[in-house]
């Protein structure tokens, strides 16, 4: 995602999450370079465009089965 910093500013918060931009000076090439820190997570969104859990980057695969069969209301 990319935006300005308002923007994004605006999404982060929407999201609950979070996110930083460090400057690290100039490239050769006269670009800014800069690092941007963020959280690792996967929203996970029911069919109505409700998000539904937010699932840890470490997530084990039975626990993103269980919680994408709870939102899509899946039962076996």
Known sequence: MTGNHDELGKIA???RSD???KHEGKHEEGDD???VGHMA???LF???GKV???LAHESLPGE???S???ALKVRI
Do not use: E, G, P, T
């Open 64 to 66: 993103i089965v269980k």
């Open 68 to 70: 994408v069969r709870k």
């Open 19 to 21: 996110y930083n931009r």
């Open 52 to 54: 539904r859990d937010l």
């Open 46 to 48: 029911d069919s109505q």
């Open 13 to 15: 918060a929407l999201y």
């Open 33 to 35: 370079n800069y690092i």
């Open 41 to 43: 997570f996967v929203y």
